[in-house]
């Protein structure tokens, strides 16, 4: 099948789980296990945005960069960021130097500050978008589902930039809110599992 590829341990992986160094490891780890931690979702949405018009495996080499840089993710530093911060960003090599995304993270810092003072967390307000199980398209077939565009609506509404609908579904398949490894990916039980235990914030 196309869609998977048999692994060094004899293992079917999804397909795209090959194609970079850093990828087996972020595959079989975190790609679609559920994340409930404010600061690993505001990340994730960070570098999605980052990821526009890019390559995963560009952010993903880059990402250890990217936290030095954004004080971790921690979108209550991050709000504070101004002009000497920006420019000491498009200073910095060793991250993705584009001034409308480094001003966009710095946005949606504040916008998220913002989410947490209506909706508690932003893990709640992320997981209230999570799809039915029963109405989910084949895995990996899709760019873009009914609860991602409601997502990105939501998000712009709010000031968020950088966050289209394919933006947010990616986050959503990252952040396990589906779980989209192929069935014949040994992962894919593993995901489904940890889901089935995972809590959801209220």
């Excluded at 880059?62 to 000491?88: I, L, M, P, S, W």
């Excluded at 909706?119 to 029963?134: K, N, T, V």
Aim: with cysteine; glycine share 8%; proline share 5%.
């Amino acid at each position: 099948m196309d869609d998977v590829i048999i692994g060094t341990d004899g293992q079917c992986r999804c397909a795209w789980s090959q194609a970079a160094p850093d990828y087996p490891r972020y595959h079989d780890s975190e790609w679609g296990f559920p994340v409930g931690d404010d600061i690993r979702l505001f990340e994730k949405v960070c570098l999605e945005g980052f990821q526009a018009g890019l390559s995963w495996r560009t952010i993903l080499e880059k990402r250890e960069a990217f936290r030095d840089a954004f004080a971790g993710f921690d979108y209550r530093v991050v709000a504070g960021f101004g002009d000497t911060q920006v420019e000491a960003l498009m200073d910095n090599p060793a991250i993705v130097r584009n001034r409308r995304k480094i001003q966009s993270v710095i946005n949606n810092a504040r916008r998220a500050a913002e989410l947490m003072e209506e909706c508690g967390s932003l893990a709640a307000f992320f997981w209230s978008f999570e799809p039915d199980a029963g109405h989910l398209p084949a895995p990996q077939s899709v760019a873009t589902s009914p609860e991602s565009v409601a997502l990105s609506r939501a998000l712009k509404k709010r000031g968020w930039t950088f966050v289209g609908p394919t933006t947010c579904y990616a986050f959503m398949q990252a952040m396990g809110l589906i779980n989209d490894h192929h069935f014949g990916c040994v992962i894919r039980n593993k995901v489904e599992e940890a889901r089935s235990h995972f809590v959801r914030p209220e």
